[in-house]
């Protein structure tokens, strides 16, 4: 009865909010909606009866050229609850069953659905006493009230979601629409749009958080930690166990608030703008459909302390809900932690290998974020890179992802590889100390803020890059599951690693550091640079990278020289660009950001700078000896088996760019070295150089010694001395040319390939084919360069 006394005052009401409303509200596209097919009847489909969203549904359509929403052409999949009576629940509306009926008598129609969806201010689902969380879009229904406060407070924090134009015989076939009748279709079509709202509100608004001591207690009835609690029991109290082990939750546990979000994307708005010309984000669109399905676990690798506050920025942006995020201990300090934890972070220790009840604890919790549905964050690397390579990923997070994904989840986990590239890192001014040989400072929160310091200098562009995903589900969870755990995780933490590496781009400083640093003396011609970039860039669209730098050459170098990475030097006989030491031990750092999108060029390069003339077999038998350590060490995404056909496909691209030429014999040749053409084929060799080097170094240390002599350690050691040394006596402008952890790299891949043994002593023992191997790398480099490499190992001190 009071429905129908109210129901002449609706279209008034509507008519009297409806310019306010538009003028106030200011709605955003989570991604810009596919246009409908003109020939086809449209109707909206909204997940809730209410007076707002039909307005402004019908702004954004006019605005998008969609066809105009009509009472008749919107669709309600619920009606809110009467106020009166809200332990009711939502209830099914009688649109679908009229609108199958509508079908089933005129087959001939046309129809396509699209479904919106409205979210405003995209609060997590838990209570907080602040107005604008209570206002705030969430999991729980909106009464009207609420929904009034919610424009009044929201209004300019509206995402709205359009999804893609659906058939409507593509859901119940005309077919099936008369055998089994409206009613039939009517709650297929429910059940598919509640599913489909449903992913859509878990992607933008991430899943319902439960209340913190909920969360606790799931944690603490789980059947590990009960375990865990029983066995610390045994030399103490239970009591003081489980005491302990609520200790070790409220540590560990993040305690997301949405106030934080907000403050959080106000000040890094305002933060980006003034450090960076902007932030170009590649490959996102692939995880739209897929955050609904899966549980996210980005996996980005660590260039500088900005990159969790970036990526987390960013997805908030773009409508995905911003992840929660391992962190260090050390960042849990008075002040910074609390403010960390509800923006997302949840602790955990260097090493909890020792405290079992403490492992249990940390398993369980992050457990139950994957099986809860929460988006998370951790950096296999652990540390941040000071040389700008990816790092060799760290086991602990991702044998502890896989034991989730094995043990089960509500949905499966889908890793996601992130490259984040920067033209100029804030943290420059360290890495350059540590490049220098300085020992790695220990890492502080308060690094931050001393680096912020700097904000009026200029920092250049930065890019966020997402990967191909990769789903722990199916054939793979099975294959990883299959094998021992150490394996399974390397084998997980390689296909990572070389994940964020081919989603890799290319910035104007990380291009320019490429060229220049390939020259002899850091020096190079202007033509000469600007050619170099020409064939770099062309060769990276040959391989496929699309995303390059805006902008000509040029004004790539401009900005280098503007950001102080490189010096000009006018000359009557045309300008030189250099960089001075300082500059090329720095620019490294940006060089190595791409060295491996260009490996497998400089590598075929380089068997042509001493040998003149080389068969396809004689590329790939020399290039095939080598390319498995160099392989490992940059994370290149072919194996042995797939190296002859890229190896070719190489040879072609150099062919095309005129840095080789094709014989009639059918063979390859490098060009005459009078010829510019040389010059960028010596440039591009002198790129894998130093890998290269750091092998045929290796390799003659372990021919001089003799099989059985050296253990790993004294190997590594001995070689780290020798490289060291090479680099005084050479003037090497490479820092990490003596980086120990690149030849145990090198050492595991040896260990691997079965080049290598170690004896019951340990000792290291190798037959024949290690010394092939030897005798094809000496072919490999001038006689006056193996000379210098042989000279060292000769005269080094025998272990």
Not at 3 to 29: D, E
Not at 212 to 230: E, G, H, K, L, Y
């Amino acid at each position: 009865m009071l429905k129908l006394l109210l129901k002449p005052l609706v279209y008034p009401i509507k008519q009297l909010l409806r310019w306010p409303l538009l003028l106030w509200v200011k709605p955003h596209f989570t991604q810009l909606p596919m246009p409908p097919h003109q020939k086809a009847e449209t109707y909206y489909i909204l997940a809730r009866r209410n007076m707002t969203e039909p307005l402004l549904l019908g702004k954004l359509a006019r605005k998008q050229g969609f066809p105009p929403v009509r009472s008749s052409n919107l669709l309600y999949l619920e009606e809110a609850p009467p106020w009166f009576r809200p332990h009711l629940g939502p209830q099914a509306t009688g649109d679908f069953q009229k609108f199958w009926q509508d079908l089933q008598t005129h087959p001939e129609k046309e129809v396509q659905v699209i479904p919106v969806s409205f979210f405003w201010g995209r609060a997590p689902g838990r209570q907080e006493s602040l107005l604008k969380i209570l206002t705030a879009d969430s999991w729980a229904v909106m009464g009207g009230l609420r929904r009034l406060l919610t424009v009044i407070l929201q209004g300019r924090q509206l995402w709205v979601e359009m999804g893609d134009p659906i058939a409507a015989h593509q859901v119940v076939t005309p077919q099936q629409l008369n055998r089994k009748g409206a009613e039939f279709a009517a709650e297929k079509s429910q059940r598919l749009l509640r599913l489909y709202f449903r992913r859509v509100r878990t992607r933008v608004l991430g899943p319902d958080l439960s209340h913190r001591r909920t969360q606790r207690n799931t944690i603490m009835a789980s059947t590990q930690v009960r375990d865990a609690i029983r066995r610390e029991a045994e030399t103490t109290s239970e009591k003081a166990a489980r005491d302990r082990a609520l200790r070790f939750i409220n540590e560990i546990a993040s305690n997301v608030s949405y106030p934080v979000l907000l403050v959080l994307d106000r000040l890094l708005s305002s933060l980006w703008n003034r450090l960076y010309d902007g932030v170009r984000i590649t490959g996102i669109e692939k995880l739209r459909d897929q955050a609904g399905r899966y549980t996210l676990v980005y996996l980005p690798c660590h260039r500088s302390h900005i990159d969790y506050l970036l990526l987390s920025y960013i997805l908030f942006k773009q409508g995905l809900m911003p992840p929660h995020i391992a962190a260090g201990i050390n960042l849990n300090m008075p002040l910074i932690g609390p403010l960390l934890r509800r923006g997302g972070a949840f602790f955990m220790r260097r090493s909890f290998r020792d405290n079992p009840l403490y492992a249990s604890v940390f398993n369980e919790y992050l457990y139950q974020l994957f099986n809860q549905g929460h988006p998370v964050e951790f950096f296999i690397e652990g540390g941040r890179s000071r040389t700008g390579r990816t790092l060799p990923p760290k086991p602990g997070m991702l044998a502890m992802t896989l034991k989730a994904a094995q043990r089960g989840t509500h949905k499966p986990l889908l890793l996601i590889p992130v490259y984040i590239g920067y033209e100029k890192v804030l943290e420059g001014s360290t890495y350059l100390n540590e490049l220098r040989g300085q020992n790695k400072k220990k890492e502080s929160p308060l690094d931050i803020f001393r680096v912020l310091r700097n904000l009026r200098q200029d920092f250049g562009q930065v890019d966020v890059s997402f990967g191909d995903p990769l789903a722990l589900e199916g054939e793979l969870l099975q294959q990883l599951t299959a094998q021992d755990r150490y394996q399974a995780v390397s084998q997980l933490g390689r296909q990572i690693a070389t994940g964020i590496n081919q989603a890799a781009t290319l910035n104007r400083i990380n291009l320019v550091a490429l060229a220049l640093l390939a020259s002899h003396h850091r020096a190079l011609e202007a033509d000469n640079l600007l050619a170099q970039l020409e064939t770099l860039s062309a060769l990276a669209g040959l391989r496929g990278v699309v995303q390059q730098p805006e902008g000509e050459p040029a004004s790539w170098i401009n900005c280098c020289e503007k950001l102080g990475f490189i010096e000009k030097l006018d000359h009557p006989l045309g300008s030189i660009y250099r960089c001075n030491e300082r500059q090329g031990i720095l620019l490294t750092y940006y060089r190595n950001n791409i060295l491996h999108l260009f490996a497998l060029q400089g590598l075929v390069a380089f068997l042509f700078i001493n040998q003149k003339t080389l068969s396809s077999e004689q590329v790939h038998q020399q290039a095939s000896s080598v390319y498995p350590i160099l392989a490992a060490e940059l994370f290149l995404p072919w194996s042995q088996a797939e190296l002859e056909p890229r190896l070719q496909q190489t040879l072609r691209q150099l062919t095309e760019l005129g840095l080789l030429e094709e014989t009639p014999e059918g063979c390859w040749q490098k060009p005459a070295e009078h010829l510019a053409s040389h010059l960028r084929l010596r440039l591009l060799a002198q790129l894998v150089q130093p890998a290269l080097e750091r092998i045929y170094l290796l390799l003659a240390l372990l021919e001089r010694e003799g099989s059985g002599s050296l253990t790993s350690a004294e190997l590594v050691a001995t070689t780290q001395q020798m490289a060291e040394r090479l680099t005084l006596l050479q003037g090497l402008d490479s820092p990490e040319f003596s980086d120990s952890r690149l030849f145990d790299q090198a050492l595991v891949i040896l260990l691997q390939l079965g080049w290598l043994q170690e004896d019951e002593e340990e000792r290291l023992t190798f037959d024949a084919e290690l010394l092939q191997a030897m005798y094809r790398g000496r072919q490999l480099f001038d006689p006056q360069l193996r000379h210098s490499l042989l000279s060292l190992t000769r005269t080094g001190t025998k272990s």
